[in-house]
């Protein structure tokens, strides 16, 4: 506009001056021309300038998620080299600060605290030294942490101290302080680099409740996230106005539990459903991911999740234009980038070595011996030496009629000879508690035809298959529907599972395994873990029938301590164990089942 009005100025103001002179018409004209050419090459100049004041800027977010104990480069579970794990990260992260600098942002997503020996040797055991996963991400420089739901499982003493521990803040926007009604974590925080302000909000999933003891989460509440994210926008654009806003979530993509209150994984809805946010980093699934929505603006979303155990991590970089120190234009591109070719950080080694050594000795103590090895593997099938030995521990310790139990891993092994601590892992992979109980037979008939309709289909011919698969998608590898850790079967009942019939009519209780009759309507003692009697697979809830406060009402025992610590005092007072399958159920009709799970077990497990 102003250079159109200095040509404008040049051509019209001689055709108003009609009764001078030529001469007086030409230096009249000329002055002022000579003003205004002087006035636009310094308007050229000027603009030239602010143009130059332009500058992009590029920052890097790397993100990690559920590494579940695995920081050094070995699985204390099998003895065996691990992929991944943070001594690989650190290698990377070094790295790439080198190339960024501060201008690098290290973010961790929950689900440290849990999965590996190694957690519980200093969750438990070695309380008075700092916690190794607040010495680790301490060492790597983290910028943030936020909390998972495995985190919590640990109970309030582990992960206070925990946080405590920690030299960054912890996030959790919708874990609620009942007492005081405000967030009992950091909600977000809001990092500075070069000028460019990057809000961080973080939060977990909130189906906490419906898995974990009250005692472990006493005295919180875990909101819902879709309306939790949305208010922590709003307030930190109103009051720290980022330029950028990222999602630290602890909730998977989509799916798994949904209720009116709430869904367990809600992330691609916030995506959608709540503006503002320019990348969601997210985990609790598992599911490596990297992609992008549109929300209801049409705006791009971009989503990532590093998978577990530090085989992955997640990253996006932002690209942001800047001119005059306003934000004129941002990018982003994201990326899983693998960490299985990273070298081990030998420094990271270096400074870990002593707790390392102690760590070994913990897990190579002897606890008794098996005469045969064990596959968790086979507890898909049948019944199987390995699952029923969780069984007959659970009923030995208990005195219960009932035990239901599920493999905690899907492929484990503990193989003959000598058992050690690092085994007792492998039989029991995580921190629940014991209870008991008490059930109507009609209500464990409808909790194991719960747990059989996550578990197997509805064969229609002998072709079929016998499991469950997840066949929404054939360029993945084959998988199972539901998680494998809410496939439970049960001891002291002898039974049988049609798997021709539809859900409510595959199982059929033929009798108490002493001999005794099995009544509907006789109530029992049963033995499950504190996952599943707090509503964990909603076998219980959905399956049974039972509310929670009935189920509360109804449970008799609860022990102290973690079931792992009961199952290692058990093998250590028997010495010698000898694991057999009890036998007490199988699949129905043979034709169907016997070459179904030929198929599927070669399919799921084919290097077995």
């Known amino acids: 506009m102003c250079l159109n009005l200095c040509f404008l100025t040049v051509f019209v103001l001689p055709t108003n001056q009609k009764s001078i002179s030529l001469h007086q018409n030409l230096s009249q004209v000329i002055l002022p021309m000579r003003f205004i050419f002087s006035v636009f090459f310094t308007f050229i100049i000027f603009t030239s300038m602010i143009a130059n004041d332009s500058k992009t800027i590029e920052i890097k977010l790397i993100e990690t998620t559920d590494v579940h104990g695995m920081f050094f480069p070995k699985n204390y579970m099998t003895g065996k080299p691990a992929e991944g794990t943070l001594a690989r990260v650190s290698s990377y992260v070094k790295r790439q600060r080198e190339d960024y600098g501060d201008n690098l942002i290290l973010l961790e997503n929950g689900d440290l605290l849990q999965g590996q020996p190694t957690n519980y040797y200093w969750n438990f055991i070695q309380t008075k030294d700092e916690n190794i996963a607040a010495s680790v991400i301490n060492y790597m420089g983290y910028d943030v942490q936020n909390f998972g739901n495995h985190d919590v499982e640990t109970g309030h003493d582990v992960y206070e101290k925990w946080m405590k521990e920690l030299r960054c803040p912890v996030l959790g926007a919708n874990i609620i302080d009942e007492v005081s009604g405000k967030p009992w974590a950091t909600p977000y925080i809001v990092l500075e680099r070069e000028g460019i302000r990057i809000g961080i909000i973080g939060m977990v999933t909130p189906a906490i409740p419906h898995w974990l003891s009250h ?44 209720t009116a209150e709430y869904s367990e994984n809600a992330v691609r809805e916030i995506a959608r459903n709540v503006t503002g946010f320019d990348v969601i980093f997210y985990g609790h699934d598992h599911r490596v991911y990297c992609g992008e929505v549109k929300n209801v603006r049409g705006e791009r979303v ?16 932002l690209r942001i234009t800047t001119t005059d120190g306003r934000v004129t234009g941002k990018s982003v591109t994201t990326a899983v980038p693998s960490m299985e070719g990273e070298a081990i950080d030998a420094d990271f080694m270096a400074a870990f070595r002593q707790r390392a050594d102690s760590l070994e000795v913990f897990v190579s103590r002897r606890i008794g011996d098996f005469d045969t090895t064990v596959y968790t593997r086979d507890a898909l099938f049948g019944s199987s030496a390995f699952v029923d030995l969780v069984h007959n521990l659970q009923l030995s310790i208990t005195g219960a009629d009932i035990s239901f139990s599920a493999p905690m891993m899907l492929n484990a092994v503990i193989h003959e000879g000598p058992v050690t601590m690092a085994d007792m892992f492998n039989l029991y992979k995580y921190e629940n508690k014991l209870y008991v109980v008490r059930m109507r037979g009609e209500e464990i008939k409808r909790y194991l035809e719960k747990s059989y309709a996550l578990w197997t289909r509805q064969m229609k011919t002998t072709e079929d298959h016998i499991l ?33 019939r539809p859900e409510g009519e595959k199982v059929r209780i033929i009798q108490m395994s002493d001999g005794r009759p099995f009544s509907a309507d006789s109530f029992y003692m049963v033995a499950m873990n504190s996952y599943r009697a707090n509503g964990g697979g909603e076998l219980i809830t959905l399956g049974a029938g039972l509310t929670k406060s009935e189920v509360e009402s109804r449970i008799v025992f609860r022990s102290e301590l973690d079931l792992r610590y009961y199952f290692m005092k058990e093998i250590e007072r028997l010495g010698r164990v000898s694991p057999r399958a009890n ?21 799921l497990f084919p290097e077995k």
């Open 468 to 500: 469950l698969f997840d066949e929404s998608d054939s360029s993945r590898r084959i998988s199972l529907q539901n998680p494998f850790f809410n496939f439970d079967s049960a001891a002291g009942i002898d039974y049988t599972v049609d798997v021709t």
């Open 583 to 603: 036998g007490n159920w199988h699949f129905v009709p043979d034709e169907f089942a016997v070459p179904a799970i030929i198929r599927d077990k070669r399919l």
């Open 215 to 258: 005692d472990i989460w006493e005295g919180l509440r875990f909101e819902e996230m879709v309306s939790s994210a949305r208010q922590w926008v709003e307030e930190m654009r109103r009051e720290a106005k980022p330029d950028i806003i990222v999602g630290l979530f602890h909730s998977g993509l989509e799916g798994g539990i949904t």
């Open 302 to 317: 971009y989503l990532v999740n590093a998978g577990n155990n530090a085989k992955r991590v997640g990253e996006a970089v």
